[in-house]
């Protein structure tokens, strides 16, 4: 296996929901990556598990709250997200969080924000 | 700062041209670049990084480090090379991967 699962592929929630974007690997990457991309422009990086530890926190609202249950697994909790926060989520993965060697990436979850 | 720069939003050429994305950067560690493709409705995927020194789907680039550059070419464009291509940095000192702006080529017949 050397993809990226990302579910749902499609969200629209409100702004008072709570709801969870899941992304899976099994690949043995030791690294897992949430992006956010906005239309027309680049994937920006939201937050960074090294070893199924949090390690970069690109100062993201509390609204996003990731999760990552095991080394196969990250989720990122959604609630009480703005309209301006639709967007597709990307995950990626790596092989460790130390080096670059290139990330794999899922194929993503455009979330709407109504 | 540390930065990726890709100066043209749209690069537009006939089919057989070369091509040539352009790609700058600002870091002051050492640098590892790389090239992401997307093609339309696709994922986000690796193309090509420099430490690898490889030539993938005819593509290739070369790392400047006197100039700072990561230039992406192709001697011979093809149709289906039409796709968004992202250059990308990985700095060591943060362990962080960021893209430039992007670089829309579409290749006409």
């Known amino acids: 296996d050397t993809e990226v699962t990302q579910t749902p592929k499609h969200l629209v929630m409100g702004m008072t929901n709570k709801k969870s974007l899941k992304c899976e690997q099994h690949m043995g990457h030791r690294a897992m990556y949430w992006y956010k991309q906005k239309a027309k422009k680049p994937p920006e990086l939201m937050f960074v598990?090294?070893?199924?530890?949090?390690?970069i926190n690109e100062s993201v609202p509390s609204r996003f709250s990731p999760e990552c249950p095991n080394s196969s697994l990250l989720n990122l909790h959604l609630h009480a997200l703005q309209p301006e926060d639709s967007a597709l989520y990307l995950c990626a993965s790596s092989r460790t969080g130390t080096g670059g060697g290139g990330y794999t990436f899922g194929s993503g979850t455009r979330l709407t924000v109504v | 700062a540390q930065r990726v720069t890709q100066p043209e939003k749209l690069l537009s050429v006939f089919k057989g041209a070369p091509v040539e994305l352009k790609c700058n950067y600002s870091y002051s560690g050492s640098p590892e670049l790389f090239w992401y493709v997307q093609y339309s409705r696709q994922r986000l995927q690796l193309l090509l990084r420099h430490i690898s020194r490889e030539s993938i789907k005819g593509f290739t680039a070369d790392l400047n480090k006197g100039e700072t550059s990561f230039h992406l070419k192709k001697p011979f464009a093809q149709e289906e090379d039409s796709a968004m291509y992202y250059c990308?940095?990985?700095?060591?000192?943060?362990?962080?991967?960021?893209f430039g702006s992007g670089t829309r080529l579409l290749v006409r017949p």
């Open positions: 990308a940095l990985w700095m060591d000192s943060s362990y962080k991967l960021i």
């Open positions: 598990y090294s070893y199924e530890k949090l390690s």
